[in-house]
């Protein structure tokens, strides 16, 4: 059997270290891990992509001028975000001001229970089928394109929680958010997916 | 004598599955919940279906950056470093 060692990817902790004594290879390998989701995560404050792309430009900016300042409390991936969530904001006009907006989505149509809250419309069953690698696949796309429908408040949340795994705590700090609100704002993030996966369930 | 709590309707039931997922419900309430579930196939289908979803939506699809993202982002990086004034 050959035993082939795959390129070894340098961590946070050491990208930061390189990056304090000023090695440009570090930065090009921290772009290229962190980009992606910068600009997902831009994206959902600002009106456009080119909006999105000087945020994240700005962003970069930030991190080199504060990387010195970086006390490695949370994940590096948090505290840059946090910086993209605060040039976001600074430009964003998507953004409701004053009190968060949960975006009213309902968890489940109440018409779809009987009077005692029974089913009476239950979900039809697919999460079975996810072991299929093409159902998989295309339910995975599905999901992100349905991500960009949601409130931006809720497709924040979910954006962090679920496509980039941070944990709710995390999360709030990232977005200067209540727990209760994150609470809210992923249960009808998520609920609001699964009722657009649902619709569109038998096109899979 | 415990008064039991009475069983969750599945109403009730899809409003708890982020709480769930999350550990935040108290012991009594999450063995409510299990307890549902034990004996309702569409809550458990509810239940699985955003499992699955979360799970999914964690699957990143590989985004290479553009060769001029790559040339602005070193230009950028040299900018900084020509300039002391921008390190703080």
Not at chain 1, 88 to 101: L, N, Q
């Amino acid at each position: 059997m050959i035993v082939r060692t795959l390129p070894r990817m340098p961590d946070d902790g050491e990208l930061v270290e390189r990056l304090r004594a000023g090695d440009e290879q570090a930065f090009v390998v921290l772009v290229g891990r962190y980009q992606p989701s910068m600009l997902r995560l831009a994206r959902t404050f600002v009106p456009n992509a080119m909006v999105a792309e000087e945020v994240v430009q700005d962003s970069w900016l930030g991190v080199l001028r504060g990387i010195d300042r970086f006390e490695g409390r949370a994940p590096l991936k948090a505290w840059i975000f946090q910086i993209v969530v605060n040039r976001a904001r600074s430009t964003g006009v998507r953004e409701h001001r004053g009190a968060p907006d949960l975006g009213g989505t309902i968890t489940v149509d109440p018409a779809r229970f009987d009077s005692s809250g029974q089913w009476i419309a239950p979900p039809q069953h697919w999460s079975d089928r996810v072991v299929d690698r093409l159902f998989a696949e295309k339910a995975a796309d599905r999901i992100h394109a349905a991500l960009e429908e949601l409130p931006p408040a809720q497709q924040q949340v979910v954006t962090l929680r679920d496509v980039e795994g941070l944990t709710s705590t995390v999360v709030c700090d990232v977005l200067q958010i209540t727990e209760a609100n994150q609470r809210v704002l992923l249960h009808r993030g998520r609920a609001r997916l699964r009722q657009i996966l649902e619709a569109e369930f038998g096109k899979l | 004598m415990l008064l039991r709590k009475p069983d969750l309707a599945c109403q009730q039931a899809v409003e708890l599955v982020t709480d769930y997922l999350d550990g935040n419900l108290s012991r009594s309430d999450r063995r409510r919940f299990e307890r549902h579930l034990s004996v309702c196939p569409h809550c458990t289908e509810y239940l699985a279906q955003i499992r699955a979803i979360v799970e999914l939506a964690g699957r990143a699809e590989p985004d290479d950056l553009t060769p001029q993202a790559q040339d602005e982002i070193t230009d950028l990086f040299r900018r900084w470093q020509a300039d002391p004034e921008q390190r703080s």
